[in-house]
C-alpha cells in the first residue's frame, strides 16, 4: 500500500523532518513522535492515498469506530552503540479519534541515530492512556492482554457485518527506515524539532498474500464466518480453514470469474492454518516509521 505521511512535515526553519543529509552542528535538538493511523483509521476503506484509491477487491466499505494501539519501549541510538533514547513507557492510542502525540523528547545530540526500535505490545499499570483513550479500555487491554483493539462495520450490497477484535500479536519493530528518504533512522539537528511518525498500515488487517506490499485488500471470507446475527468473532474466523475458504453462500471461496481464492501466507509462518491465523500475522506486520519506512518484526 502507497500511504502519505499522515500529517504535514513542516519545512519552516523552525522544525525539520526526521531524514536525510547529514549536515548537523554540536550541540542538541529535540525529537517529537506521534503515532497515525492515516485516514484509513479515521474515514475507513475506501481511502485515498498519494491519488491512489485503497479499495476492498471483493467491493466491501469498512469503517472503524476504534482502533486502539498500545506502544512503546521506545529506543533510539547510534550504530556506534550511542543511546538517544531508551523508554520502558508504554501508551495507548485512540486512532480512530485523530493522530495523538508523545511528549516531546528534549536534549538529544545533534547527529544521525541509525537505530529505531519501538515495541506495539499489550499495556501494563503504568500506561498512559492519550487523549481519547479511556481508563477502562486501557484495563481491558491489559486484562486481555491485548496490544490492538478494532471496532467496526463493514458493508456490501446492504448487508452490515460488525466486529470488535482484541489482537494479542506483540511485535518489536527494530533497525526501522526512515519512510521518508529510505535512510536509516532519523537526524537530530542542533536546535531544531525533528519530527517522527510511528505509522499503522490499516489495510494489513485485510491482506490475502503476506510478505508484500502489493496484496489484494478482502473481506467475503472474514463475513463469511460470521454466524446468523452478522457479528464477526475471532473464534468464527478460526472455523475458516485456508485450504476450505467458503465464501457468503456457503460455498468454495471464488473470485467474480469464479477462479479460486487463496490467502497466501509466503514464508510467514502462521500458529495454524485458518483465517485467524492469518490475520494475526499479516496485522503484526502494521507499524512502519514515517509512513512507508520499513522496520524488522519479530514476535515478543
Known sequence: MKTMVGFVFSLLSA???????????????????????EDAAKTGFPVEEEGEAIAFADGWTVQFSKVLVSFGALDVR??????????????????????????VFEGIEARRWDRFRYEIAAPDASAVALDGVAEAEVQAMID?????????????????????????????????????DGTDGVVIR??????????????????????????????????????????????DLATQKLSDLKGLDGMPLVDAEGKPIVYNPGSVPLASQDLLSFLLASSASMGHLNGEGLCTVSAL
Do not use: Q
Open 144 to 180: 486481555g492482554t491485548f496490544n490492538y483493539w478494532l471496532e467496526g462495520t463493514a458493508t456490501k450490497a446492504g448487508d452490515t457485518y460488525t466486529f470488535a477484535w482484541g489482537l494479542a500479536n506483540p511485535t518489536r519493530n527494530a533497525n526501522c527506515t526512515n519512510g521518508l
Open 78 to 103: 547510534g550504530a556506534d552503540g550511542a543511546v538517544a533514547i531508551e523508554s520502558r513507557e508504554r501508551w495507548v492510542a485512540d486512532l480512530h479519534a485523530g493522530d495523538a502525540s508523545l511528549p
Open 15 to 37: 522544525m525539520v523532518v526526521g531524514c536525510g543529509g547529514e549536515d548537523t552542528s554540536s550541540g542538541a535538538g529535540t525529537l517529537a513522535i506521534r503515532i497515525t493511523g
Open 190 to 235: 542542533s536546535n531544531t524539532t525533528t519530527e517522527a511518525e510511528i505509522t499503522i498500515h490499516l489495510d494489513h488487517l485485510f491482506w490475502d498474500t503476506l510478505g508484500t506490499e502489493e496484496a489484494s485488500l478482502r473481506f467475503d471470507a472474514l463475513a463469511a464466518a460470521a454466524g446468523t446475527d452478522k457479528e464477526i468473532s475471532l473464534d
